[in-house]
């Protein structure tokens, strides 16, 4: 049995399934706590309706077999705690929840209740992809998940454990954090990435056509997304001109593409570095006190929870299940640096109108026609 280890940034999506054996309706109902950050009248609702059709597949109704006791803070992270509370005080089987803040409130208030995250890593892709190329877990292929649950200091150690486990691949998975810490752990077992930002700049790899080396997988082209994401700001609402902007050390090169397309634009940057959950939560604090025209937040582990007027983003879901064709591949014979380095070649442009209507703004018609979604 071949055996893949993944190391993740950001906190991996736990199955739910595991509860329909206990849940049955002659016995007792489930009770779901749900805990989030982000606005039921935004990304929060569309989450919320996402969970409970995921829960209706698998048999549980609510009023019948299941309780969902859904807290949102609005946006408000200083809420997050008393709603915590409140989710608590109504004795939750399990604890839902996604976003770094959030899921470290949960943490913090419990260490028995069961808390399941989910986050923009999608195991279910990966495991898909590979089942269609022939790969069964548990039975043809082992996967060894190891998460940092948001605390990017674990994962040289996370890391280093993989490698001791003699794993065949080591599938870095999230943001660019993942990835230098299974690099500094091994130059010879094979890594496959998942949306890593301009692996070239980066020293990771020699070329995309031949990257070299033990790293191979797919690129993020974030750098190409970052003055995009400034022009579509501009064809919503042409009068911004002061964009707040949420970054950190990790999203270097981003920011760099966002600081050269801003004056392009007529766009003036307040910059707003954010390293931990901690300072994400100041950084609220300063938006409210610098009121700027609008704010865009680079793609980070810490702020990829977040969905506000318009996201414009890789298909992540994709990313995973190339990365399964990659790891197929190198577990058939091919060598990582021979492998080429592939571009997203699916983008998703999601527009919240309820948030537009929120805003008081008219979302014109030519965007509307290109979106993926939109959020009514």
Same mark, same amino acid.
């Given at each position: 049995?071949?055996?893949?280890?993944?190391?993740?940034?950001?906190?991996?999506?736990?199955?739910?399934?595991?509860?329909?054996?206990?849940?049955?309706?002659?016995?007792?109902?489930?009770?779901?706590?749900?805990?989030?950050?982000?606005?039921?009248?935004?990304?929060?609702?569309?989450?919320?309706?996402? $969970?409970?059709?995921?829960?209706?597949?698998l048999g549980?109704?609510?009023?019948?077999?299941?309780?969902?006791?859904?807290?949102?803070?609005?946006?408000?992270?200083?809420?997050?705690?008393?709603?915590?509370?409140?989710? $608590?005080? *109504?004795?939750?089987?399990?604890?839902?929840?996604?976003?770094?803040?959030?899921?470290?409130?949960?943490?913090?208030?419990?260490?028995?209740?069961?808390?399941?995250?989910?986050?923009?890593?999608?195991?279910?892709?990966?495991?898909?992809?590979?089942?269609?190329?022939?790969w069964i877990?548990?039975?043809?292929?082992?996967?060894?998940?190891?998460?940092?649950?948001?605390?990017?200091?674990?994962?040289?150690d996370l890391?280093?454990?993989?490698?001791?486990?003699?794993?065949?691949?080591?599938?870095?998975?999230?943001?660019?954090?993942?990835?230098?810490?299974?690099?500094?752990? *091994?130059?010879?077992?094979?890594?496959?990435?998942?949306?890593?930002?301009?692996?070239?700049?980066?020293?990771?790899?020699?070329?995309?056509?031949?990257?070299?080396?033990?790293?191979?997988?797919?690129?993020?082209?974030?750098?190409?997304?970052?003055?995009?994401?400034?022009?579509?700001?501009?064809?919503?609402?042409?009068?911004?001109?002061?964009?707040?902007?949420?970054?950190?050390?990790?999203?270097?090169?981003? $920011?760099?593409?966002?600081?050269?397309?801003?004056?392009?634009?007529?766009?003036?940057?307040?910059?707003?570095?954010?390293?931990?959950?901690?300072?994400?939560?100041?950084?609220?604090?300063?938006?409210?006190?610098?009121?700027?025209?609008?704010?865009?937040?680079?793609?980070?582990?810490?702020?990829?929870?977040?969905?506000?007027?318009?996201?414009?983003?890789?298909?992540?879901?994709?990313?995973?299940?190339?990365?399964?064709?990659?790891?197929?591949?190198?577990?058939?014979?091919?060598?990582?640096?021979?492998?080429?380095?592939?571009?997203?070649?699916?983008?998703?442009?999601?527009?919240?109108?309820?948030?537009?209507?929120?805003?008081?703004? *008219?979302?014109?018609?030519?965007?509307?026609?290109?979106?993926?979604?939109?959020?009514?």
């Open positions: 049995m071949r055996r893949i280890g993944v190391a993740v940034a950001l906190a991996l999506s736990l199955l739910v399934t595991p509860l329909a054996a206990e849940a049955q309706p002659t016995v007792k109902i489930a009770r779901l706590g749900v805990l989030i950050l982000q606005p039921r009248a935004g990304a929060g609702g569309s989450d919320i309706a996402a $969970l409970r059709e995921g829960l209706h597949d549980y109704v609510e009023g019948q077999n299941l309780a969902l006791e859904i807290r949102s803070a609005e946006g408000k992270p200083e809420l997050l705690p008393s709603l915590t509370a409140e989710l $608590l005080k *109504t004795k939750p089987d399990v604890l839902v929840t996604s976003g770094s803040e959030a899921i470290l409130t949960l943490k913090r208030a419990t260490d028995v209740v069961p808390i399941v995250m989910a986050t923009v890593m999608d195991p279910g892709a990966f495991l898909a992809g590979l089942g269609d190329l022939g877990a548990g039975k043809t292929i082992a996967i060894e998940y190891r998460s940092a649950n948001w605390n990017v200091e674990l994962l040289d890391a280093d454990e993989l490698v001791r486990m003699k794993a065949d691949i080591i599938l870095a998975a999230g943001s660019t954090a993942p990835l230098r810490a299974a690099r500094r752990a *091994t130059s010879t077992i094979p890594i496959v990435m998942t949306g890593s930002p301009d692996p070239v700049a980066q020293g990771v790899a020699a070329s995309l056509a031949r990257p070299g080396g033990n790293v191979t997988g797919g690129a993020g082209l974030i750098t190409d997304l970052a003055p995009k994401r400034l022009e579509l700001l501009k064809e919503v609402v042409p009068r911004v001109a002061r964009v707040a902007v949420l970054w950190s050390p990790a999203t270097h090169l981003e $920011l760099q593409a966002t600081r050269t397309a801003a004056p392009k634009l007529g766009l003036s940057l307040k910059l707003i570095e954010v390293r931990s959950t901690d300072d994400l939560a100041r950084a609220f604090v300063v938006l409210e006190r610098e009121r700027p025209d609008a704010l865009t937040m680079l793609f980070d582990g810490l702020t990829s929870g977040y969905r506000g007027l318009v996201s414009d983003a890789m298909d992540i879901a994709d990313g995973f299940r190339r990365a399964a064709t990659y790891v197929d591949k190198i577990l058939k014979g091919a060598q990582p640096s021979e492998l080429p380095i592939e571009q997203p070649t699916k983008f998703e442009l999601v527009i919240n109108l309820r948030t537009a209507k929120t805003l008081g703004l *008219t979302i014109p018609q030519s965007l509307l026609v290109r979106a993926d979604e939109i959020i009514q």
